[in-house]
Nanobody, 128 residues
Framework: QVHIDESGGGLVQPGGSLRLSCATS????????IGWFRQAPGKGREGVSF????????QYADSVKGRFAVSRDIATSTAYLQMNSLKPEDTAVYYC?????????????????????WGQGTQVTVSS
């Protein structure tokens, strides 16, 4: 049974940092792509950061480049999203998702349909 559990969200002031964790189990971590998405109230789901576990190829949305960094720990099947220089517009529920690497080249890794498994999300609020 697949489990994806996000943690690390919370309330932070503008300019602050948070580190989100995505603990996974139930699938072969190394053969997947992990994506981080976010959804703000009244808005659609937005792809934020993506990492191919086996080769560590990463992608970022323009809105977070230079501020966010995605990483993974194969030993613990966990992915991370380090978020720095946070802005109020980063406020959203952040979701972690896993999609099989074999889809790469057939489906863009930046779209939700690439991903088969999703976590429940963790709230990030950036406010003074």
């Amino acid at each position: 049974q697949v489990h994806i559990d996000e943690s690390g969200g919370g309330l932070v002031q503008p300019g602050g940092s948070l580190r989100l964790s995505c603990a996974t189990s139930g699938f072969t971590f190394e053969t997947y792509v992990i994506g981080w998405f976010r959804q703000a109230p009244g808005k659609g789901r937005e792809g934020v950061s993506f990492i191919s576990i086996i080769d560590e190829i990463t992608q970022y949305a323009d809105s977070v480049k230079g501020r966010f960094a995605v990483s993974r720990d194969i030993a613990t099947s966990t992915a991370y999203l380090q978020m720095n220089s946070l802005k109020p517009e980063d406020t959203a529920v952040y979701y972690c998702a896993a999609g099989p690497l074999v889809k790469r080249g057939m489906v863009p890794v930046t779209v939700p349909s690439f991903f088969d498994y999703w976590g429940q999300g963790t709230q990030v609020t950036v406010s003074s």
